[in-house]
């Protein structure tokens, strides 16, 4: 079973991708955070930056498309593989955000089945590059995903990437396992699990429903636990030293990608946000050493409470 890292907006992007790859490893695919087709242009210039070969070397990545506009589809993912010669793609039905939803797009496509029908017929008619689905069970209740399979069922899908819960449920709850192992034997696609897996634990208790599983997609798992995959595959834990240099080459990077250090000591909180409580339980060390970081104003602060944090953990 192969594990792949699922992409989270904002986080997940080319420097940390970069990062887990060299200090962790273990991970036999990676997805790009989503992009959606522009009306007057193909994609942004911080789109290119995320996506471009030089900035991804050294592993598989995915670049994850968000819409509902099937010209708009084949026109990006043309142009994606002309430029960067990708040739696979994912489509996002599983995102749950208002303010996506609310336009049909992510989750919200699996509201109007007629029309998701049509959009798949259109793209699966036309393109020839590998297309894998990252879906949720429906909008409200999971018995809508016999429906919504059905439908998937018609195209060559290349991976069935199922996250066991409703929009409505966010992320919220115990996922819907009993729906995701009838779907995983009824679908003519590969399937891929995602949801709830934050560790060698977790995904041992649910062995059973990953039967013909043919891959495990985890991402606040990883962000917790960097090195999650690498246990999953039989290595070690990471160790403090391993964790400071990762954490240290990210916000270094960012220093460089980032005009200012207030967006960079905003992107290393909302990493800390997940890792803190993790080396906090890992360590047994006083809880308020990772709330310093997040509350710290300065890149400074930040850097001095992230020094103690990791005396503590030594």
């Known amino acids: 079973m192969e594990l792949y890292q699922a992409p989270l907006e904002g986080i997940s992007g080319y420097i940390y991708r970069k990062a887990i790859h060299k200090y962790f490893g273990g991970i036999d695919k990676y997805f790009a955070p989503f992009i959606s087709p522009y009306e007057k242009r193909i994609i942004t210039d911080r789109e290119r930056n995320q ?122 709850g115990v996922p819907h396992y009993d729906i995701y192992k009838a779907a995983n034997e009824k679908s003519n696609s590969l399937t891929v699990y995602n949801g709830n897996i934050t560790s060698l634990d977790s995904l041992h208790n649910i062995e059973g429903v990953l039967d013909s599983t043919n891959a495990v997609m985890i991402g606040r798992g990883m962000l917790s636990n960097p090195s999650l995959f690498r246990e999953i595959k039989g290595g070690a834990s990471a160790n403090a030293d391993e964790l400071c240099s990762f954490i240290d080459e990210i916000r270094d990077d960012y220093m460089r990608d980032f005009s200012g250090e207030i967006p960079v000591l905003h992107k290393m909180k909302e990493i800390w946000s997940y890792m803190g409580p993790y080396l906090v339980d890992k360590y047994n060390i006083d809880e308020r050493l990772s709330k310093k970081i997040i509350k710290a104003k300065h890149l400074s602060e930040y850097n001095i409470c992230k020094n103690e944090l990791f005396r503590a953990v030594k």
Request: proline fraction near 6%; charged fraction near 25%.
């Open 51 to 172: 996506l471009c070969p030089e900035h991804n070397e050294g592993y598989l990545l995915v670049p994850q498309i968000l819409t509902m506009d099937a010209n708009g589809f084949l026109e990006l993912t043309g142009w994606l593989n002309e430029h960067y010669g990708y040739e696979e793609f994912n489509l996002n039905f599983g995102c749950p955000s208002g303010t996506v939803v609310s336009k049909g797009r992510g989750a919200g496509a699996l509201g109007n089945l007629m029309k998701l029908d049509e959009f798949l017929d259109r793209i699966f008619s036309v393109s020839p590059y590998r297309i894998s689905i990252k879906t949720r069970l429906g909008l409200h209740n999971p018995e809508e995903f016999d429906e919504i399979l059905d439908i998937y069922n018609k195209y060559p899908i290349s991976e069935l990437i199922i996250h066991p819960r409703v929009r409505a449920e966010l992320y919220k």
